[in-house]
């Protein structure tokens, strides 16, 4: 019995080793489980900030790129509807704009003679504008780009775009891409707006092109 006795108490005490032993290994997993999850919640985190900084970078790098381009059109302006003649060349187009000025705008020719121009051009024509060869693709004209050396100048003639559109034309700030597309999606609110007596304002903020209503930003597109 004593043998037995003895056998039993040693197997309990081994028992007891092992079962102590095997709670210590769990606490040991689960330790390193709780390391592993804090390591992962880390990581996730970086990746997330990671991801934000990428983002404000590629939006930094997209605005500065716009705005070096609105500033390298600054002292350019957009002639919109004017006929163009066939072959036209810059010459011809400069001409083009300087009797359109004096002769529909009534800009006095004495001083339109003393405003020079850095460079006039027609803009290419869009892909869209080019796929037909019907009568009323051919009357589109290209728009004619105007860099003028003072920007004082520039002012005076863009002043003009009120005249302008009475007869199916319009002058117009030269805006980079991304601007003309915002403006594109804008000019019909801003046109009803108009008709309905409301202030119109067009602003630029951090590379957006943006209308402003009674002084509100409009948003609603």
Not at 190 to 208: E, H, M, P, S, V
Request: hydrophobic share 30%.
């Amino acid at each position: 019995m004593r043998d037995l006795f003895n056998l039993m108490q040693s197997m309990d005490r081994r028992l007891t080793s092992i079962e102590n032993d095997l709670r210590e290994r769990v606490g040991q997993v689960e330790t390193s489980l709780e390391n592993a999850h804090q390591r992962i919640d880390e990581l996730e985190g970086k990746v997330v900030s990671l991801e934000n900084n990428l983002r404000e970078t590629q939006l930094q790098s997209k605005q500065e790129s716009v705005m070096d381009e609105l500033r390298s059109k600054e002292f350019n302006l957009l002639f919109h509807g004017i006929p163009q003649s066939n072959n036209e060349s810059p010459d011809q187009t400069e001409h083009i704009v300087r009797t359109f000025l004096t002769d529909k705008l009534q800009y006095p020719h004495s001083d339109l003679t003393k405003i020079e121009f850095s460079n006039v051009h027609r803009l290419p024509r869009r892909s869209s504008s080019t796929a037909n060869t019907g009568p009323s693709d051919l009357l589109k004209s290209a728009p004619i780009a105007v860099k003028f050396i003072k920007m004082s100048d520039k002012r005076k003639i863009h002043s003009l775009a009120g005249r302008a559109r009475s007869y199916n034309a319009n002058i117009t700030r030269h805006l980079p891409t991304s601007m003309q597309s915002q403006r594109k999606l804008l000019i019909h609110h801003a046109n009803k707006f108009y008709k309905q007596g409301k202030t119109i304002r067009w602003k630029i903020l951090q590379a957006d092109y943006c209308l402003f209503v009674n002084g509100e930003r409009f948003t609603d597109i």
